[in-house]
Structures are given as C-alpha cells and as structure tokens.
C-alpha cells in the first residue's frame, strides 16, 4: 500500500541541492505557479515552506528543490525513495499573476532557480516572449538551466567565479543585457534577499514596469496566524504567507526583511551543530 506522502524521487541535483518529489494528490489538483507547502519531514521537525517547482494532476505528485541549510532541510534530504514526508500542507499562498505582458525576465540565483520553471512555463502560455536569466555561485552549483530552456526563448547564466557564463552576480548581468538594449515589460526575482534587492534595483532603474519579487521571510504556520512572516510592503505590514508570496518588488523595505532574516541565525546554527553532533555519536 502506499503511503500518504511517499517520497518518489530523490535525486542530488548540486552539491547541497536536492530534488525530490512526493505523492500529494490534493496538493497537485489544486496546485498553481508561485505556491508553496509547508512540509514537515518528520513529527518532530519543524514547519518549513518549499516553492512547488511541479506537479502532475493526474499521477497526484509534487515535486521541490531545495538547499540543504539547516537541520530540517537535512532531515528531508535523508529521506530516500519509499520512506514518507511526515506532513505536506498546501498549496498556500496567492498564485503568481501570469498575464500577457509582452516580454518577460525571470531572474533567479542559486537553488531558487528551480522556482523559476512553472513561472516561465505560464508565461509561455500565454504569449509571452520569457527571458531567464539564472546564476549561480558557479557552475557546479548551477540548476534548472537546461529545464528552464524548455520555456524560454533565451536562458542567460552569471556565475560569481567565471566558471560558466557571465562572470558576476546575476544582478550584474541582468543591468548589462538591459544596457544592450534588452526592453523588458516585467521581471520576475526570485533567489535569496540581497540578489532580489540588487535585481528590484537594476529594474527601477532600467524603468522595468513591473516587478514582483517572492519573498522568503521567516515562515512558521503558513496560515497568517503566527505573523513570523510580517514584512513592510508600500509602508503597510504585509503577511507573506497568505497575502504573497510574491510582491510588487519595487515597494518591498528590503532591509527590514534582511534584518529580520538573521534574527534566528545564532539558534539555528546551535540547532545544527547539535543535530550534527547526535548523527556522528
């Protein structure tokens, strides 16, 4: 008999990036381009959210790509094909707004890259010409390239070392494209605070229409009644579980979402070491 959330794919995509797919039929029904699940890898984990990056209706499965960060994040990653995600709630959040824009960029950086792939896939299906431009720290970190060259007219690559593509931030290429004469009606950013800031920047500038940028604030419940997901969005407090994830990126007090970003870094990385410690005993 199957499981409820049996793991039916778990495969090593990068150092430290993992790609893993999972029965969750209610999930892929409903299941829409910018979603995420809270997912518990076992009854004493915590609560993490994971971007869905696919799914099949029909078969009932989804699939996450994720950075192995933390203690939670290695619990899933030690999950093998057969065991079973403890708990899979979703989907949550607003879906991305996919409209015919014109042209598009989707603009990624390290393992949020996979993030990118049903957001350009909507794109296309509606008409729009979708430009990916995706980095990495280098080449052997780099994901979803050849995935995301499946719906996207062009896929760019910046790698900090040089090792593949541009040589830089993600943020650096996307000014020099723009400064060649790549016109663009929206930009989706997507990849860790300070890359999406750098990106909202280099598109305010470049006079880019519309923005939107999914935010990745600390997340615990994922229904909006914990408000450990608060950001500032035009002013206002904003609850990015259930009113993003994804935000005009141009109104976002980026900032404040790096400060409270690193609230936990102490507690987690004691967390870690201790976890670390119980598995080599």
Not at 162 to 182: A, I, N, P, Y
Not at 186 to 209: D, T
Request: charged share 25%; hydrophobic share 45%.
């Amino acid at each position: 008999m199957k499981t409820k959330h049996e793991v039916l794919r778990r495969r090593a995509l990068a150092p430290g990036i993992v790609d893993i797919v999972v029965r969750a039929p209610l999930v892929a029904r409903k299941a829409e381009p910018g979603q995420f699940v809270m997912v518990m890898a076992d009854e004493r984990g915590e609560r993490i959210p994971l971007t869905l990056v696919d799914w099949s209706r029909e078969e009932g499965w989804i699939e996450m790509v994720f950075l192995e960060v933390g203690v939670s994040t290695k619990k899933l990653s030690a999950l093998r094909e057969g065991q079973e995600v403890y708990h899979v709630a979703g989907p949550l959040g607003n879906p991305s707004k996919i409209e015919r824009y014109g042209r598009v960029a989707v603009v990624g950086g390290g393992v949020a890259n996979a993030a990118l792939y049903p957001i350009a896939r909507a794109l296309r299906g509606l008409g729009n010409e979708v430009i990916a431009v995706v980095g990495a720290r280098s080449s052997s970190l780099l994901v979803f390239e050849e995935k995301l060259s499946e719906f996207c007219d062009e896929v760019h690559v910046a790698t900090d070392d040089g090792s593949r593509g541009f040589k830089g931030f993600v943020s650096q290429l996307l000014d020099e494209l723009m400064g060649e004469g790549l016109e663009l009606d929206a930009v989706w950013i997507v990849g860790p605070a300070l890359m999406m800031r750098a990106c909202a920047q280099v598109a305010a500038k470049r006079g880019v229409p519309v923005a939107y940028a999914s935010l990745n604030p600390i997340m615990v419940c994922g229904m909006g009644m914990c408000g450990a997901c608060r950001v500032k969005v035009g002013g206002r407090v904003r609850f990015t579980c259930v009113e993003g994830p994804e935000f005009d990126a141009y109104a976002v007090d980026w900032e404040d979402l790096i400060r409270r970003l690193g609230a936990f870094r102490d507690q987690e990385g004691l967390s870690l070491r201790l976890y670390s410690e119980a598995k080599r005993a």
